[in-house]
């Protein structure tokens, strides 16, 4: 690389140096999430993977539930901006709601879902953690329901638009856990068919 173009690179802030860390280090926490489960997520192995010193990491987050929930937050701040993008390819009117539930359904089989399952099943036993995630879980709750409701579009304004939103969701969730533990997704699929049809008809009832 020339000096020339050594020179004309600008010198990042230290504001951008602090959320490039950040980044690195969030990123690298929904990886070990993933991959090794909540148990085997140490501070140490995220700091390994994101290159970055230990120091480094306490800085930005002082305890591992503060660096876990943030993980969890900020790729999930990420999605929401993909589902917008998608959002935006659906159809108006009735015909949203089917590909609306589709859409609602696959948020419960990326990175974002299996991370967050690690994090609840640790909080049965870990009193700090369950403490946290209940309060984590209350925002991010109330923030993916206006997500929700905003790519519902008119929808979100059908009396029985709620209830439709929260058993989809509900159900989403048990069917993921059952993918877990069966190759076969068509007893999924089947029910999710099942449902769409179930929740048209609540919407359209209008009672």
Same mark, same amino acid.
């Given at each position: ?132 995630? &209940? ?71 209008? &009672?």
């Amino acid at each position: 690389m020339s000096q020339s173009s050594l020179a004309e690179r600008p010198r990042r802030t230290q504001e951008e140096r602090s959320a490039a860390t950040r980044g690195r280090l969030l990123d690298a926490t929904l990886e070990s999430l993933v991959d090794v489960g909540y148990a085997g997520t140490t501070t140490t192995g995220v700091c390994q993977r994101a290159r970055l010193s230990r120091g480094a990491q306490v800085h930005h987050f002082p305890k591992k539930a503060d660096l876990v929930l943030s993980a969890v937050a900020h790729v999930a701040s990420r999605q929401a901006d993909e589902l917008r993008r998608r959002a935006r390819s659906l159809p108006e009117g009735g015909d949203r709601l089917e590909p609306l539930l589709d859409l609602i359904a696959e948020t419960f089989s990326g990175p974002i879902f299996y991370a967050a399952l690690e994090l609840w099943v640790a909080a049965r036993t870990d009193a700090d953690l369950h403490r946290s995630l &209940v309060s984590f879980e209350r925002k991010a709750g109330r923030s993916m329901g206006q997500l929700w409701r905003e790519l519902a579009g008119d929808l979100a304004d059908a009396n029985r638009f709620d209830d439709v939103l929260e058993l989809t969701l509900h159900l989403s969730r048990g069917m993921a856990l059952q993918k877990i533990l069966r190759r076969d997704d068509s007893a999924r699929r089947r029910l999710l068919d099942t449902w769409k049809v179930m929740a048209a008809a609540a919407i359209r009832s209008g &009672v």
